[in-house]
């Protein structure tokens, strides 16, 4: 098993460029996440999606969007990179049990470290 | 929504010495995990302990889920313990983690 697996490992845009962050999981686990990690601080939540065909905003989803594309992918997109988005991007997915609302153990991918200038 | 807070941010040992870090918690959660991010950036999942005691070698975690707290103990710490811990906290109803800003520790030789 990969585990997740994220494309591509760094990145340079210039302001205004756009790109798509890529996510894999092969673990068969109904969601996934991306995150957010800026220097000297903890990972937010950019969106989720708890299982195929939806998507939530998670703590700063402003400038970004996603697309479920299937079961395994689960992809994040920047439409017009700003400078504020110079960030490390983590992917993450887990399995969570609709009953008893709980989930097992959340994975990481092994990041994207994203430059805009 | 639920606040996390790690202590303490940083920590200096020499190797073979023990530790005691600790994450807190502000509700109820239903998920709580440990990582160990290490000097390469890569997230490594330590343990997932919503409640109770687990021991993995030379590390163990508590998690005291009615006074909101847990600790992470770091027994006979090597070099390459070094990195920043990170306790994270779910208790939402999509599963979303809530990360702490971390213990950032150094293990000396």
């Known amino acids: 098993n990969a585990g997740v697996t994220q494309t591509p490992k760094f990145q340079v845009l210039k302001t205004g460029q756009s790109m798509t962050l890529q996510c894999a999981q092969d673990?068969?686990?109904?969601?996934m996440y991306w995150y957010r990690q800026d220097p000297g601080m903890g990972l937010r939540l950019i969106y989720y999606?708890?299982?195929?065909?939806?998507?939530d905003k998670g703590e700063v989803p402003n400038g970004y969007n996603v697309s479920r594309l299937n079961k395994r992918e689960f992809s994040l997109r920047l439409e017009s990179a700003a400078p504020s988005q110079t960030s490390v991007y983590f992917c993450?997915?887990?399995?969570?049990?609709?009953?008893?609302?709980?989930?097992?153990?959340?994975?990481f991918g092994p990041g994207t470290r994203l430059t805009v200038l | 929504g639920i606040q996390v807070e790690q202590s303490p941010p940083d920590l200096i040992l020499q190797e073979g010495a023990n530790s005691t870090l600790r994450c807190n918690f502000s509700?109820?959660?239903?998920?709580l995990q440990w990582f160990h991010q290490n000097p390469w950036g890569q997230l490594i999942n330590l343990f997932y302990?919503?409640?109770g005691t687990k021991q993995n070698g030379r590390l163990s975690a508590t998690t005291v889920a009615t006074e909101r707290y847990s600790l992470l103990y770091i027994s006979s710490s090597q070099t390459t313990d070094s990195g920043v811990y990170f306790c994270?906290?779910?208790?939402?109803?999509?599963?979303?983690?809530?990360f702490g800003k971390g213990t950032k520790l150094s293990v000396k030789p």
């Open positions: 993450a997915s887990s399995y969570y049990r609709t009953s008893g609302t709980s989930t097992d153990t959340q994975y």
């Open positions: 673990m068969n686990h109904n969601s």
């Open positions: 999606s708890a299982s195929e065909g939806t998507t």
């Open positions: 509700d109820s959660v239903n998920n």
């Open positions: 302990i919503p409640s």
């Open positions: 994270a906290v779910s208790g939402g109803s999509q599963g979303n983690l809530i």
